[in-house]
């Protein structure tokens, strides 16, 4: 049996085809295009058409690849851009005309998915799961299956660049101590982390995170010519690391900053608010660093998918 689950977000659109022996899941498929569905949303709350337009043009192809793997079932979510969007309903009736059926899914259960996903592969008892998306960021700590905290924070890589990025200091780069964008937004960060989340640490959780930014930082780290998963998952980031790329990316301008080994190109824009992020949350919450996971959303709703089947 083979399974798939389509991730519309604010900036990605993703795709896992696994298949199903007993009781084990085997991924045969994954695709990630940064599509950046939320460009712009932040100032009318409006999908744009060239971002819609983009979106769709990958789901076409996710729909070729779900007949190819001749998928039985599958499930199809969006997330913060959609649930925020204006005009949503324009973009679903173009999304459902493709063939899809798909679902808008509410933050508590896209932060409740992740977390299921990433406590079935780290068996750890005390689970933190972060998941920086481009338009809402879920955080989640629970002792095994009992959820203790969980919040879906409304700010994300993609609002947190056109809030707060200064496109000028971007193309030119200027040192850490002269970037004021990123020192307001790291106090930006502080003051809402504190309000959002009212703990005061987090260490007894064991803390994982999913997303293009914690995965492209261990890229950079290892200085990845080419994405592998296995040298990924797994792999711990460290408070200094979030400081180092911090400092690092601040001096080296936009169009530079795409040649970086293990960076994608599309993500080089939004990579340092991503880090901003990482850096404030770890310095606030004593953690020393955090484990970059490949059980993101994705496979979240692969569970979801399969606890609905079995129900029927």
């Given at each position: 049996m083979k399974l798939a689950s389509i991730d519309i977000g604010t900036n990605s659109t993703r795709l896992l085809i696994v298949e199903k022996e007993k009781d084990k899941l085997k991924p045969i498929l994954k695709k990630n295009y940064v599509t950046r569905l939320g460009e712009g949303l932040i100032k009318e709350n409006i999908l744009s058409e060239n971002a819609i337009e983009r979106t769709l043009k990958v789901l076409k192809?996710?729909?070729?690849?779900l007949k190819k793997y001749n998928v039985d079932k599958y499930i199809c979510a969006c997330t913060e851009a959609v649930r925020r969007a204006k005009n949503k309903d324009e973009f679903l009736k173009k999304v459902e005309n493709l063939g899809f059926k798909i679902e808008i899914l509410p933050d508590y259960m896209e932060a409740k998915l992740i977390y299921i996903a990433n406590l079935k592969e780290f068996k750890k008892d005390k689970l933190l799961t972060i998941d920086l998306g481009g338009g809402s960021t879920e955080v989640v700590c629970g002792y095994k299956e009992n959820i203790e905290f969980l919040k879906s924070l409304k700010i994300g890589i993609v609002t947190l660049y056109e809030k707060f990025i200064d496109k000028e200091l971007e193309k030119k780069g200027a040192p850490y101590e002269k970037r004021e964008d990123i020192k307001n937004l790291e106090n930006f960060l502080r003051?809402?982390?504190k309000k959002e989340i009212p703990l005061k640490s987090l260490k007894e959780y064991f803390p994982i995170s999913v997303g293009g930014t914690i995965?492209?930082?261990v890229t950079m780290k290892k200085k990845l010519t080419e994405y592998?998963?296995?040298?990924?998952?797994?792999?711990?980031?460290?408070?200094?690391?979030?400081?180092?790329?911090c400092k690092i990316l601040c001096e080296i301008p936009l169009e530079k900053r795409k040649n970086i080994l293990g960076l994608h190109p599309k993500r080089a824009d939004v990579i340092l608010p991503g880090i901003c992020f990482y850096k404030v949350f770890c310095e606030l919450f004593n953690l020393d660093f955090i484990v970059a996971s490949e059980k993101s959303l994705l496979w979240g709703l692969i569970f979801y998918?399969?606890?609905?089947?079995n129900k029927n």
């Open positions: 192809e996710f729909k070729e690849d003051d809402f982390l995965t492209s930082i592998k998963e296995e040298l990924v998952h797994g792999e711990k980031v460290y408070l200094k690391d979030f400081k180092y790329f998918l399969l606890e609905r089947e």
